[in-house]
């Protein structure tokens, strides 16, 4: 990469990397949560036939204004050249969301990819893929072979920015892939998105596609620094042209406005200063912009850029997504490890623990009442050894309890005194009822 743009890279990366939830990474590996699902072959139907006719897609037909069914791909078939039919897409490969600037310059390299576009080396574009990296708001989704020497599919990805205060917008766009790209890979690439980077639920989050209008939603974004926004139809101003292939999905987040978004580039200072000097938003002193971090609320959206010494004080690390958040917003919770054993304790946000964490109380003894005396809970990202469930409740007394023989012995205690209880009952009525016996005789 050119000394230039490495310059930019190197001043954005911990930015960059606190914005797309990266941690210490740059290229972070997504599972795949979804089953492969075939392609949707509808689109490959003429626009001219599609607009006078309701059409419906199952698995092997489509169905004209619920009435006519043809087999999907004899009759696309008679409608299309042998070079026009749509392929299958399959693939086992790797799915992985990168902002590392190598490999987006190779989005379109011969040697790691099967296609070239604008943005291939010496392309009409290929100064776009340099500009994309200096970008907060870009990061690239692949697939990849299994030792990560091929790229089989790519697309770019981009969250915008509030103009105000630089937080995340709950709005994503997908730009059309290159290669292969699965839907079921898109899928769980949406959710990996609404989860881990914004630590919402995904199923309050909507993916929209082409046919849903997806490209009126672009026009409320507007573009930093560019004068060509490419198909994109983004707003867009300043002096420098860089491409946008048109966005096939949309994700957003349902019951949100998105307003003051931006998509910004850093590849040229907007002030003519000396200084690389920010003021901390928490005291106010001045440290090297490099120095300071993101810190998150809650709702991992808005936050403050502070310095070293304010981090140290005010915040911790969410240890699910990597970034800062404020310590008294912030829930603890029990690391358990592969041997069950609560090894460690960590951070993450109230939202994330309630939806995906175990919650387990912690318990002193037993009560006047013969119940178990809790008199607290902590979260746990496993049931680790210390544990019992017990009246539909993870219960345990210490976290160095590691075989959970503890809070065993006090339900031992406490079924037993039950027990005794339940006898010396039995034993009275009997002596009672005997007595009566006696009387009546």
């Not at 392929?87 to 310059?105: C, H, M, R, V």
């Not at 708001?137 to 091929?150: C, F, G, R, V």
Request: charged share 30%; with cysteine.
């Amino acid at each position: 990469m050119d000394t230039t743009y490495q310059q930019y890279w190197d001043s954005l990366r911990k930015k960059k990397q606190s914005f797309w939830g990266m941690g210490d990474e740059i290229t972070k590996k997504i599972p795949i949560i979804y089953p492969s699902e075939p392609a949707p072959l509808i689109d490959s139907i003429p626009v001219e036939i599609r607009r006078v006719n309701e059409i419906v897609e199952d698995a092997n037909y489509f169905i004209f204004n619920g009435k006519k069914k043809v087999r999907k791909i004899p009759f696309l078939s008679q409608l299309l050249l042998k070079s026009q039919m749509p392929k299958e897409e399959n693939t086992s490969g790797q799915l992985f969301l990168t902002i590392d600037p190598e490999w987006i310059l190779r989005c379109s390299n011969k040697q790691y990819t099967s296609w070239e576009s604008c943005f291939a080396p010496g392309g009409c574009y290929h100064f776009s893929a340099k500009e994309y990296t200096t970008s907060i708001n870009i990061a690239m989704a692949m697939i990849t072979n299994s030792d990560m020497t091929k790229i089989i599919g790519r697309k770019f990805v981009f969250i915008p920015s509030d103009s105000y205060d630089g937080a995340r917008k709950a709005i994503v766009f997908f730009a059309k892939h290159y290669g292969t790209f699965p839907i079921h890979y898109q899928r769980s690439l949406s959710a990996y998105i609404a989860e881990s980077i914004f630590g919402s639920d995904k199923d309050n989050w909507r993916i929209m596609s082409k046919e849903d209008d997806c490209r009126a939603e672009e026009a409320e974004i507007y573009v930093v620094d560019v004068d060509n926004a490419g198909n994109a139809n983004f707003k867009s101003g300043g002096g420098k042209a860089i491409w946008f292939d048109q966005s096939l999905f949309v994700l957003r987040e349902k019951g949100t406005e998105i307003e003051n978004a931006i998509i910004s580039f850093d590849s040229e200072e907007e002030e003519d200063s000396n200084s690389n000097e920010v003021e901390c938003a928490h005291c106010g002193d001045y440290y090297e912009e490099d120095e300071f971090r993101c810190v998150y609320y809650n709702n991992n959206r808005s936050y403050n850029l502070l310095c070293p010494v304010c981090v140290d004080d005010l915040a911790v690390m969410d240890e699910i997504t990597g970034d800062y958040i404020y310590s008294d917003e912030a829930v603890e919770y029990w690391h358990v490890d592969y041997r069950g054993n609560a090894s460690y304790t960590a951070y993450t946000t109230e939202g994330y623990a309630s939806r995906n964490l175990t919650e387990i109380y912690l318990v002193s003894g037993i009560r006047n009442d013969n119940k178990l005396c809790k008199y607290g809970s902590v979260y746990a990202d496993d049931v680790p050894n210390s544990c019992v469930k017990y009246d539909g409740e993870y219960v345990c007394i210490d976290i160095e309890d590691t075989d959970n023989s503890a809070i065993l012995e006090l339900i031992k205690k406490l079924e037993g005194e039950d027990d005794e209880d339940k006898e010396e009952s039995e034993e009275i009525a009997a002596e009672a009822l005997e007595e009566q016996r006696t009387t009546d005789s």
